[in-house]
Structure formats: C-alpha cells, structure tokens
C-alpha cells in the first residue's frame, strides 16, 4: 500500500506522470490526468470553445512536490474537437454537464 497512486480529483481516474521538458523551466515531473471524459477536462474545453471559439481545454495537473494545481493547456484535435458544428452556437449554453 506504499505505491499509493494519485488519483484525479475529477473522475477518480489514475494520473499520468508528465516530465516537462528542461524549456519549460518547471523542472519537476508533474501529474496529470490524461482523461478525455474527465469533468475537469471538458468543462474547460466548453468553456473556451464558447468563450474564445478556440480548440484548447485544460487538463487538470499537480504538482507533487508543492501540492498545488496547475492547470496545462492541451490543444483539442480531431475527435477531441468541439468546433465541428456543435460548438457554433456561441453565447448559448447547452446540455452542460
Ligand atoms: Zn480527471
């Protein structure tokens, strides 16, 4: 029980070690959650495509070593796109979760 994996406060799926590359100056390996249907991942994806009419979502991270939540920009490609038609009705919020 000492492996202890963290788990997304979101949808309870397992997070996924990310190490940053040395560019980005964080330094340390984060945890995120790689989940496509994670709540946290496709409230933001809503968000931005009706707010900014953008491919982009934020995938929730952590950060072990501090504890703290930072948020990573993930681009939304193909089937992870919601700009196909469905998005295209701005200003009006439908069927949110
Ligand atoms: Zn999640």
């Not at 309870?12 to 496509?36: A, F, H, I, R, V």
Request: hydrophobic content about 25%.
């Amino acid at each position: 029980m000492n492996n202890h994996q963290l788990k997304c406060p979101y949808c309870q799926k397992e997070l996924m070690t990310w190490e940053p590359s040395p560019y980005t100056g964080w330094g340390d390996n984060m945890l995120y959650c790689d989940n496509n249907e994670c709540s946290y991942f496709v409230r933001g994806r809503e968000k931005i495509c009706r707010e900014y009419d953008r491919n982009f979502a934020y995938r929730y991270c952590f950060n072990p070593k501090n504890g703290k939540e930072v948020p990573i920009i993930a681009w939304c490609y193909g089937e992870l796109s919601l700009k196909k038609g469905r998005c295209k009705v701005s200003g009006k919020s439908e069927n949110m979760l």
